[in-house]
């Protein structure tokens, strides 16, 4: 935390008892409390953070930031004690711009990605647009902070206090471009509250994070958050309306004085920016495309159809923030795909591939599978399973896009976490009955290689860039690209 202090009235907290104190930092766990600093007690999904108010008094702190709820909850722990407490609506929200006046100035452009699937490769996209165009840029999300300035992440979309130290350290090393990934828990949660994009993009919205969400009218409120309530004015909204959801927040925002919205397509007829054609070979595709009805042709080094609509948001949102169109045009050629997105991991000497795919839903499992098939004479072999404490409901439809889309199907485990990965498995094999079930991943990936014979290839789905496994609380190091290579070479012998 910073060594400085600030009153709480500069920080926007006006408190409802006690005095109008100088803080020493702000914290949202009570086992991190330092002396003076303000304590926000935030509604979570399993407990109330006013539980620990108690805790957090006891360790020093000066203030409390709570909702009315947790006042009530935290009444006990307050009474006699004398401590400044801020009571408000919606505490996330509240403590998300206390945490944007605590660290100070944030970089000048900063852009956010939502949708299903697909954020981080926009933003990585952005980042690399911007950065052939010679600025230093950075993109934040998933795979941590990367570009200009690099870091390890946590949460796709962070906290607000990771965030918005995180934005100032940005600015002040001269780092004024940010493309940054706004996650339906993030929107939903508040980490974002205090950051005004000047362009955003939506990208899809298919079934994911239901157990969190309950259901897609809620899941798809909480990422048009993005465009109702954050994104500047005067900003530009980059929306993909191949997508029903899509279509649907286009038509909404459309009427807002101001606003300006890019439409994407590829196969809706209205839209500013619309791929007309596309040849695909072995390593890209060339695609024909009309932008604000000017005709362009673009070489990308990337695979699958959805990589271009990809790629044509990123191209937007750096027009729509102020960038040259023919400029960043000219640079789209140079992309390169993000670790463990259609990454290709490993290649068997009689030639079949291995690539990794970060494919962790029914729709990008189908997506992925379909990218690869028109380069695959032989069959299409998948490894693939669904990460445990998260949306039951998508594990049979994973196993049906499996098995309507690949030929051979080895299902194992992917993050089990706090479940039993057996009861996961069988779930996922609900919707994909004939998959040969392997629990060890790596034994999957080694079963799955050997099975490649020529002309044949293979998808490894749904970790991606991950390095871990995660089970219960244990994460035990695990890499499917190294794990694709390993394969390789304990059936091939090393060259
Ligand atoms: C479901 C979810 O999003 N949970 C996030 C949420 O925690 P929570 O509200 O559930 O916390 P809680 O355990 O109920 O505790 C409530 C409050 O009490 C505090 N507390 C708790 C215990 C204690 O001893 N003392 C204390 O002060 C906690 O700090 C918290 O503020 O707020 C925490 C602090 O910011 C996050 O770490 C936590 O992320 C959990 C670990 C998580 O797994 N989140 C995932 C699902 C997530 O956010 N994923 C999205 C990406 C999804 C995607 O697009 O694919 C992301 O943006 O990363
Ligand atoms: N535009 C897209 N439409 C559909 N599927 C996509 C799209 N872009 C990527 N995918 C698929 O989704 C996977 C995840 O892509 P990416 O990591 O870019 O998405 P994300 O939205 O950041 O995911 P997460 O929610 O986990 O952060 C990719 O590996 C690919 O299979
Ligand atoms: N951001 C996603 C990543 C899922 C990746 C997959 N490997 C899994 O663990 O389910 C999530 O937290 O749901
Ligand atoms: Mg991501």
């Known amino acids: 935390m910073a060594s400085h202090t600030i009153m709480l009235s500069a920080l926007g907290l006006t408190p409802r008892v006690g005095p109008d104190v100088a803080i020493t930092g702000l914290v949202i766990d009570s086992r991190k409390i330092e002396k003076g600093c303000l304590f926000a007690a935030l509604p979570g999904t399993q407990v109330h953070g006013a539980r620990f108010v108690g805790a957090a ?207 994407i397509a590829q196969y809706a007829q209205e839209a500013e920016i619309r791929i007309s054609g596309r040849r695909m070979d072995e390593t890209g595709q060339d695609v024909l495309v009309t932008a604000w009805g000017q005709p362009r042709r673009i070489r990308l080094e990337l695979i699958g159809a959805f990589q271009a609509m990809n790629v044509l948001t990123a191209a937007a949102l750096c027009i729509a923030s102020g960038e040259d169109p023919d400029a960043v045009f000219s640079v789209l050629g140079e992309m390169r795909g993000v670790r463990g997105r259609m990454q290709l991991a490993a290649r068997r000497k009689n030639g079949a591939p291995v690539y990794v795919d970060y494919s962790h839903t029914p729709d990008s499992i189908e997506i992925a599978l379909k990218a690869l098939r028109p380069h695959v004479l032989g069959r299409l072999v998948i490894v693939f399973g669904a990460g445990g404490d998260r949306d039951r409901g998508k594990r049979p439809l994973m196993g049906q896009a499996a098995a309507q889309n690949a030929d051979v199907l080895f299902l194992t485990d992917d993050n089990p976490r706090s479940e039993d990965p057996a009861v996961i498995r069988a779930e996922v094999k609900q919707g994909c009955p004939d998959a040969t079930e392997v629990p060890d991943r790596a034994e999957a990936i080694l079963r799955a290689v050997d099975a490649l014979e020529p002309g044949d290839a293979l998808l490894v789905a749904g970790k991606g860039h991950e390095t871990g496994q995660i089970v219960g609380d244990v994460v035990y190091p695990f890499d499917d690209v190294e794990q694709a290579s390993v394969a390789v070479a304990a059936l091939e012998g090393r060259a």
């Not at 709820?69 to 009571?87: K, Q, S, T």
């Not at 919606?90 to 998300?96: E, I, K, N, S, T």
């Not at 600025?135 to 934040?140: D, Y």
């Not at 999300?141 to 300035?149: C, R």
């Open 57 to 263: 008094i006891a360790g020093g702190a000066g203030a409390i930031l709570t909702d009315r709820a947790g006042a009530d909850l935290a009444a006990g722990a307050l009474e006699g004690a004398e401590i400044a407490l801020v009571v408000v609506e919606d505490a996330r929200a509240a403590l998300a711009h206390a945490a944007h006046l605590w660290f100070g100035a944030v970089p000048e452009t900063v852009v956010a990605v939502t949708g299903t699937n697909g954020k981080t490769s926009v933003t990585s996209f952005t980042r690399q647009i911007w950065e052939a165009l010679g600025h230093p840029a950075v993109n934040i999300g998933t795979t941590g902070v990367e570009g200009s300035h690099t870091a390890p992440g946590i949460h796709t979309t962070p906290d607000p206090l990771t965030l918005h130290r995180l934005l100032a350290e940005l600015k002040s090393a001269g780092i004024d471009r940010v493309a940054m990934e706004a996650s339906s828990h993030g929107l939903d949660q508040r980490r974002m509250e205090a950051v005004s994009p000047c362009a955003a993009a939506f990208t899809n919205l298919t079934q994911d994070h239901l157990d969190y969400h309950g259901t897609m009218e809620a899941y798809f409120e909480a990422k048009a958050r993005l465009f109702t309530d954050l994104l500047f004015d005067q900003g530009a909204a980059v929306i993909n309306v191949d997508d029903p959801y899509g279509l649907r927040l286009a038509q909404e925002v459309a009427g807002r004085d101001g606003l300006e919205v890019i439409r």
